[in-house]
């Protein structure tokens, strides 16, 4: 992920203080916060940036967003400046609740306005929705994209829509209306927040995937895939089931082997395994690893790892070499001790192995 000062540096926010002067606002604070910016996060950069905004365009939304509207004449108006921006614009304009989203709609394009569309949904869901969803006939893929992104329940490094993780229900309209949209990056958003669905309401998901796999296009199983990633994962037989991988397939499974059983932090878990179809038509496959990592108290914690799937046809074998690394990450913390190695396939554990990890 870029730097803060990748994404909203000093530079940028004198852009956007350049902008805002040639459409006809005083741009004192937003030139002071270009001058301010060191050391601060990225939320930090936006907030600051936001208040600068409020502090130098009208106090009156209309006024506000006649500023606005002028800015989005330059080209240079673009970026990441346009963060702040959006969120200038929820700060100023839930109380002209419809005018201030079409201005979001309009934003969008030049960067997004995923976030600020969040103060409207959590202050008046219906409402905001009420307004969002004609955003799926729009023209423009950007916007019919904010009408998906926006409303995703667990946006990542965005708030949380907790009506929407409760029942996502009064969103589905939305999806329903995009996941066959002619945008792949429109379509992206729809899998991402099936996913998000998924992980509060899986029983909804595999649902929603199942009816738009009644009425696909040449698209609809990619986007089913990808928004049921999380079930798969977690073994779902029937999110499994929809995708065609049956749990009662006839196949063989010798393995996991591990290379060595013994393990130097900062070495590689090297492992194998076959596959045999013992049945009398194609099989349909999919393989996911599961480490049991050893935790401070001495218990184990699974972290499931996706592998790969493939059709086997009657009396093949599929062999599977693996290396995984164990090495220092950023969201983990290692303990030395015996973990073990399980392979799921097609959501049923099929072998396992334990392999000891020296610090």
Request: overall charge negative.
């Amino acid at each position: 992920m870029p730097t803060a000062d990748e994404m909203l540096s000093s530079n940028a926010v004198k852009q956007l203080s350049e902008c805002l002067r040639g459409a006809g606002a005083r741009a004192a604070s937003v030139d002071s916060a270009s001058g301010v910016l060191a050391d601060k996060s990225f939320s930090e950069r936006v907030a600051l940036v936001r208040d600068a905004i409020l502090d130098d365009l009208p106090a009156d939304f209309p006024s506000f967003e006649t500023v606005i509207e002028s800015a989005l004449t330059d080209p240079a108006f673009n970026g990441w400046m346009i963060m702040p921006v959006t969120e200038a614009v929820a700060a100023r304009g839930l109380q002209e609740f419809e005018s201030a989203l079409k201005l979001l709609a309009q934003l969008t394009p030049r960067l997004t306005a995923e976030t600020a569309v969040r103060h409207f949904l959590n202050a008046d869901l219906y409402r905001a929705l009420g307004v969002i969803v004609t955003w799926t006939e729009h023209g423009d893929p950007h916007v019919r994209r904010l009408a998906s992104e926006g409303t995703r329940p667990r946006l990542p490094w965005a708030a949380r829509i907790p009506a929407l993780m409760a029942d996502p229900s009064p969103a589905l309209p939305i999806l329903d209306a995009l996941y066959r949209d002619s945008s792949e990056y429109v379509r992206r958003s729809v899998a991402n927040h099936l996913n998000d669905i998924s992980k509060d309401h899986p029983q909804v998901a595999v649902e929603t995937a199942a009816r738009w796999l009644a009425e696909p296009d040449g698209n609809t199983l990619k986007t089913v895939r990808h928004g049921l990633r999380s079930r798969i994962k977690a073994g779902d037989l029937g999110a499994l089931s929809l995708l065609g991988f049956s749990s009662d397939v006839e196949i063989d499974v010798v393995g996991p082997a591990v290379d060595e059983d013994v393990i130097h932090f900062g070495e590689a878990l090297e492992f194998s395994f076959t596959i045999t179809n013992r049945g009398n038509s194609d099989a349909s496959i999919a393989v996911d690893y599961i480490i049991h990592h050893v935790k401070a108290n001495g218990s184990r914690s699974p972290k499931v790892f996706k592998l790969s799937s493939r059709t086997v046809a009657p009396g093949d074998m599929w062999s599977v070499r693996r290396r995984h690394p164990m090495r220092p990450i950023s969201t983990r913390r290692y303990y030395p001790g015996a973990h073990l190695l399980e392979l799921q396939v097609n959501g049923t554990s099929r072998g396992s192995q334990e392999f000891t990890l020296v610090m």
